[in-house]
Each structure stands twice: as C-alpha cells, then as structure tokens.
C-alpha cells in the first residue's frame, strides 16, 4: 500500500490527515474518516465515538500511528475496502505534507559512485574509515518538506544542489539489529532530498561533527511512502532526478558500500530507532547537480522519481536575505602564519 | 525556579511527572497533583475537570510543557505557592528521568582549552574552519539517561570517557536568532555529559559526518534543570567533574571560542529550535578523562556538578556482549598499497 500526509481545512484550522493513496485511481483515501464510517457501519459503533476512535488510530502523525505497532497495516486494508469510496479525494487537489514527521532524520552515505564523484568535486580524499565503519549523519527534522513544496534558501549558501535518494522510513521502535532481521524493521520507502549548500559543506566537513547548516535548512520526503511488500528488494529500486525537465541522474539502487541490512544494523547498534524516522540511502552516483559541475538557481524545479513510489517536486525558493551570520575569527585558535 | 521530570507508580505502570525541585528544603512538587488541587481550591473546579486541565497544563514531558510557551513560567509560582505543600515529595527518594526529553540533541564543541586538549590527545590537528563556522553537532536523544541512571556501555566501546558540560534547555519555538536577543530563547540550564568512545571517535570524525555509535548510547541530562533568572550570566557557571569521588575537571565557563549568543544563533539560522531541546556547552578543559589519560572503567561513578543546579551522578554499567558489527571490507573504496 502507500500512505502519505496531507492538509486538510477544519474549524481549528488546516490540519494534518492520514490517508493511503492510489495512484491508479488517481485519488487519496482520508483514513481517520473512513475508519469513523466503518466503526459506525460495522461495529454499532455511535459516530461521536466512532470519531475519536478513528482520529486516535489514524492521528495526522506519520510518527504517532507507526507508534501503534501493526494495527495500521492490519487494519487499513479492510477500512478502503469497506468505506474508502466515501472518504476519497482527488490526489491532483490536495496540499500534501512530508510522507513522514520523522521524530529522527538521519542520512547515509553508501552509493560507491557518489562517494568517489563527490569526493572529487569536493576536492577531498575518500578516508578508509569509511571501510570499517558505516558512513551516516544525524540531521535535524525541523525543516522536513513535502511534495510540490517551495525549498527555502538561506542567504548564506550560495552553491545550492540537490540529492537524489531513497528515504527508508522505520515502522517500530528496534535496537540492536542484525542483517537477518534489519530489514523486518522497514514499514516503506520514500523518496528523500536531502538540499544542501555545497560552499558551507566543505567547511563543516573539515570540522568533523558532520552537516549542520548546510544541510538542515530544507529536507524533502515525499510525496508518500510505499510499504516493502511492493519491493522485490533494496537493490533493485530504479531511481533517477530530473532538474527542470531534463534527467540529470539515473540508476538502480545497488551500487551500494555497505548493505542496506547493514546500514540499518549500524545505525541501531546501542539505541533506538523510532517509528516513522527516516534513514536516508544515500546519494546515488550522478545524484547531486555538483556531480554534473551545475549549480541550482532560484526558481528551478527538482523532481526525484523512483519506480513504485511516486515523484517528489520540489522549487528552489528565492535566497532569504538579511540572516545574521558569525565574524570570522582568524587567529583565534590556530596562529596564523 | 527548578524544573525536573520523575517517574511515579500509577494504575497505568509508572509515569513521568513534571516536579518542581527545592533543594533548601529537601523536596519536589508534583506540579499536575498540586494543579489540581489549585484548581479546585481556587476556581470552584470539578475534581475531575481539575485532573484532566492539570494533566494538560503540567504533562510528563518537558518538550510538551515548554511547547505551551509562558504557560510554566506564568502560573507555576502561584500554584507551588497555593498547593505546593500538599503535593510534595521527599527529593532523595524519586526516582529521576531525564531532565528533559529534548526532541532535539545538539552539542557544541566551544571550550578553547578542551579543543587543544582533544585534539591533541587524539592526535588531530584543529581546523581553523572552526574560526568561520560555529561547530556543533546534532545526537540522537534515543538514549537520554537521567540523575543515577546507569550507563549503558556497548561492547563495541573500549576507550569509555564522560564530558563534563553545560546543556541549555531551549524554552521556545524559534528561528533566526541574532545574539541580542539568542538568550531569550534559553528557558534554563542542566548538567549533560555527552559520554564518547574514544576508539571509535578517531574513525568517526575521520569521516566528517559527525560522531554516531561512538556518542548516541547514552546522554546524561539532569539532574534538573535551573531556570536562566537563576545565573548572572553563561560565562560565570562554577562546574565540575568528579570521577569515583575524586575532583578532575574543574573551573568557570568563561574560555569560550563563541560566545554563547553566537552558538544559539548560529544553531537557529535557517531552521527552528524546539522547546525542550538541549543544547550541549561543548566540554570545559580538563573536563573528559582523555585529558588526563584515563580509561573508565564497569562500576566508576560520575558525576557532573554546577552551581546552582545540582549533581549529575551515573554509574558506569558493564560492557554489552555479542553485539553485531560489520566487518571491515579494506580495499573496497580504497585501493590497498
């Protein structure tokens, strides 16, 4: 099945619904009110109670209704099926939101092709670390996007790019996996553009506590997520990125350094992951404009694509001007020469 | 004032509660118990009006509480004042969660004297991009760990070490700080110690994508938190690390290479800081045992004090074994000589 998020206009305002799309069909399913035309239709449930009922099993949370165990997947099934005409929307007309409002956003680095090609541009040498230890960050979720969202700029980056990857999106709370069971853990996958300004990166990079203002400015995850039994497997998921129109990108997701069920592993060794967070794939080689040596301008619009999953379409926003920034401060902790 | 979070027993299994804490006279106040009462008391409420409004106003989550902007700081006073002897506890006899449940981790790394001595130690030289950029990192607050708790320590660890530092609670909502008006945003200070595996650090910050397995299992944060009328300013705060009672690091957060504002300011530009989130002061020279060439070790005690808030104490648990983790692949990204 796929599940995505979006906004829909109630007395308190716009807010967050559940709902399972059909692509096929071209519409979205609103979940919490056809589980509430369900209960009353099935269970001699009265609708006020139906409603709560309803609204507390498909809460607009991603997050909060992965949080729930099973009870999403072994029941929305019977729900559609029973009541789904009577809840629909036309997919074309709704205002979506981020697939997931991941409690935790983290992102890999795993696609050989992009490790060496951005290593390259970036000027830096692949460190063997990376042969004993899985590449990944913590990002912030503060700023997730979702589909047909404007990205904001801030003025302080000036070579913007983009990054084509998959976002798989976790569905119970795990520690400690291993590869046999990792990938029980997965509920879907998405797709994840993970925006970053490249002049900022180098940087932060040098420093070496990983991304932070180039990289938590805008996350995009959308436009819904697609759950694995639609997958044969993690590696053969065809994905490419289009930069106005053109495909700038392409491939299937096997290239990879270290195995998805290891990535995952890594990742849960000694803590938890959450339901509902999103673990970035990441970057596909030939994935990022600066593997193509182009950088994006406001107004461009990035589409990333995947087979079975959906487009994510995203436009560069206007650079927001103005943003305080910190005085560089030579001398102040390596003597300058 | 002081605010801290413990866990009661209840019909439910145990849950958290939010406490004042008094010190000078050895107790906590249950805020939602001493709430309700309030309410009762004062505005001729039902007792199960004034339950179900206390629960709301006082929830077991410090995020969730300080999302309800002044609503803590405004009414809490009148309410420890009105009812406050009614619904108290003796403060040795708690038991202590996390300070916060920050949905956000973030540490700086700020202290001049701790970035030499780490970096030396390590055998690193220190970047001088940290002259440009504020450095920081974001953790994962899966496994935030409370006053007392012991520290889980996975077996992949062997180099253990504490980091004596400062977390300020962000008390609001906000974006695009400017240093006149960052300490605004800050509702209090607790005790964190960020504790780090020094052998898997060297590969991890090799890779630039900031610390992972060798930071996020586990975070002390408490033992609660003071709020920021309570400090003359953040550059004045008497702290110390004691290791198995024995003082090791010790002196003023005074050596920083940011000012605070800055650090607050930078973190906040192009994203929001959510309430309830902690961010780290960075570690005070002196403060890791790294600087002083020691190995923690299964049983030691820890504790973390400042003036004015309390004492951080945790107890080194033993290490987990037969954790999975991957195995080396030299030669798969870089060409072996």
Redesign the interface.
């Known amino acids: 099945m796929k599940f995505g998020r979006i906004l829909r206009d109630s007395p308190d305002g716009k807010i967050a619904r559940l709902v399972v799309v059909e692509p096929e069909k071209g519409r979205v399913i609103d979940l919490a009110r056809a589980a509430a035309l369900h209960y009353v239709a099935t269970r001699n449930a009265t609708t006020d109670a139906a409603r709560a009922f309803a609204n507390a099993a498909y809460p607009g949370s991603m997050a909060l209704a992965l949080s729930m165990g099973n009870y999403l997947t072994d029941h929305t099934p019977g729900i559609v099926a029973s009541t789904g005409d009577d809840a629909s929307l036309d997919m074309n007309e709704v205002e979506w939101l981020p697939a997931s409002d991941p ?2 956003l983290r992102d890999g ?1 795993n696609f ?1 092709g992009h ?2 090609g951005w290593s390259a541009k970036m000027g830096r040498t ?18 997730v996007i979702g589909n047909n969202a404007t990205v ?1 700029w ?1 003025g ?1 980056i000036n070579h913007m790019d983009y990054e084509l990857e998959l976002g798989w999106v976790i569905g119970r709370k795990v520690k ?4 046999e069971n990792a990938l029980d853990a997965v509920f879907g996958v998405t797709m994840y553009n993970d925006f970053s300004g490249r002049d ?1 990166q ?12 180039a990289k ?2 805008a996350h995009g995850i959308g436009p819904w997520i697609t759950t694995m039994d639609e997958f044969k497997d993690p590696y053969s998921i065809e994905m490419e990125v289009r930069l106005n129109g053109e495909t700038k990108g392409k491939g299937v997701s096997s290239d990879v ?2 195995r998805v069920e ?1 990535v995952l ?3 849960s ?6 339901p509902g967070e999103v673990i970035g794939s990441g970057t596909l080689e030939k994935g990022s404009a600066l593997e193509h040596g182009i950088k994006l301008k406001p107004g461009d619009v990035v589409e990333l694509e995947a087979k079975n999953i959906g487009i994510l379409r995203n436009v560069l926003g206007e650079p ?1 001007q103005g ?4 005085t ?7 003597p300058t020469s």
Chains 1, 2 share one sequence.
């Open positions: 409690p935790v680095l050989l490790i060496t692949v460190p063997d670390a990376m042969e004993r230890v899985v590449p990944y960050c913590q990002n912030s979720p503060a700023m904001p801030p302080y400690n996996l291993t590869p900022l180098q940087d932060e990079v040098a420093i070496g506590m990983g991304g932070t203002k938590n400015f350094l270290w290891e592993s890594f990742v060794q000694g803590e938890y992951l959450q927001e943003m305080w920034w910190p560089a401060q030579p001398g102040k902790l390596v």
